[in-house]
């Protein structure tokens, strides 16, 4: 089993940043692909970004290219999706997640964190 704990959340100004972390217990995630997903008010929850085991190749949803970094610190068992220039679209619950697999479906990622909210305001 893995525990996920989400951090970094926060309620900013369009145009700031946040840095969100993710770390992760009763097993390394160094054997698991990892992923940001985020859920808006009434929507679905929808694919941010995510990173391959050793960090070596991360993808990310079109409209934060450019503004969100994912990371990972296997030494210490812990995910980063770096935020900058946030807007107001950008308002969520974060949700970091581990799978076996890497694809952007949620349904393929077996163990979540509890999520943290972002809210940006104009």
């Known amino acids: 089993q893995v525990q996920l704990v989400e951090s970094g959340g926060g309620s900013v100004q369009a145009g700031d940043s946040l840095r969100l972390s993710c770390i992760g217990s009763?097993?390394?995630?160094?054997?698991?692909?990892m992923g940001w997903f985020r859920q808006a008010p009434g929507k679905e929850r929808e694919f941010v970004a995510r990173i391959t085991t050793m960090g070596s190749t991360t993808d990310y949803v079109d409209s934060v290219k450019g503004r969100f970094t994912i990371s990972r610190d296997n030494a210490k068992n812990t995910l980063y999706l770096q935020m900058l220039s946030l807007k107001p679209e950008d308002t969520a619950v974060y949700y970091c997640?581990?799978?076996?697999?890497?694809?952007?479906?949620?349904?393929?990622?077996?163990?979540w964190g509890q999520g943290t909210q972002v809210t940006v305001s104009s």
């Open positions: 009763g097993r390394a995630l160094s054997a698991y692909a």
């Open positions: 997640a581990a799978g076996s697999i890497w694809k952007r479906d949620p349904e393929k990622y077996a163990y």
